[in-house]
């Protein structure tokens, strides 16, 4: 048996998974909710950037773990709240609005980064702190279970119980039964009393939150810093993720796999003989590849209807 391929059928392998897809999880719930409501966020790579900036500089000031949490759920809430401002007060259309605040985010993290810790590239300088990690009673003990499901970082356990909360809060409350309401018929939704620009701000508030939790996991879980543009297109692929998971809990669970999947191999293809830049690469197309087959097969559907 070759190295590589004994090292992707290892425990290991399993745990890398878990590891990479989390951040994407996190976004492509936040992007799902969104588009359920009819206005799809898709600033995540922006909303991930700024908290996982915010988060680092808080704690590397304060060295507390809680502020840092917060400050980066904050940060991602207040940047959903200027794109709900443009799209909904202003009438902006949200896509080139999305657009300009990823672009903003990617600039404004450059530039306070050189405020705080006198460095364009990252803040390696400053000692910020990283969430904890856990180790799960029993599972931990189990053979092979226990190397894959143990010993996560605990935001990777909040992603997972995350998919649960987005399936509550879609299918069990007032709030996301009118989410759906307002995207399936927003003049309907209205002729009811629904205030479909309020049920559009919630939807957006909440996919800053769950955006803002990927980026905390990259620079306080993933690694322990943060790095000029460190989310390096998973906002992106959250929002290929939310597509191809038809934008409901299961579909964007199963979806984040696959794409944590496609990125843990390319990660280990990194230690063959194969340039870099291929191996890059790797998870943009398989994105491409994957959004094609499945604008295919909606195609298809589309017109056996």
Partial sequence: MSPLLKSILSPSF?????????????????????ALSG?????????????????????????????????GVLAGIGLACILAYF???????????????NMFSS?????????????????????SLVFPSIQIPIIKDIPILGQIFSG???LTYLALISVIIFYIITFKTPLGLRIRAVGQNPD?????????????????????????????????????????DM????????????NLGAHLPFGVFLASLLFG????????????????????MIPYIATVITLTIYSIQAARKRKER
């Fill in 14 to 34: 399993g745990f890398a998974i878990l590891r990479v897809m989390t951040p994407i999880l996190f976004a492509a719930i936040g992007v799902a909710i969104t």
């Fill in 39 to 71: 206005a799809i966020n898709i600033s995540m790579e922006g909303t991930m950037l700024i908290a996982a900036f915010f988060g680092v500089i808080v704690s590397a000031f304060t060295q507390n773990l809680l502020l840092s949490f917060i400050a």
């Fill in 87 to 101: 799209h909904l007060k202003l009438k902006a259309d949200i896509i080139l609005a999305a657009i300009a605040l």
């Fill in 107 to 127: 600039g404004i993290t450059i530039f306070l980064l050189y405020i705080f810790a006198k460095d364009k590239g990252t803040s390696s300088s400053l000692k």
């Fill in 152 to 154: 996560h970082n605990i």
């Fill in 188 to 228: 309907a939704a209205s002729s009811v009393g629904v205030n479909v620009n309020k049920i559009r701000f919630y939807a957006l508030v909440l996919s800053g939150i769950f955006g803002a939790l990927g980026g905390l996991y990259l620079s306080m879980g993933y690694v322990s810093w943060f790095a000029r």
């Fill in 231 to 242: 989310t390096a297109g998973r906002g992106f692929i959250a929002i290929a993720a939310s």
């Fill in 261 to 280: 999947i496609l990125n843990t191999i390319a990660i280990y293809l990194a230690s063959l003989q194969i340039p870099s830049e291929f191996i890059q």
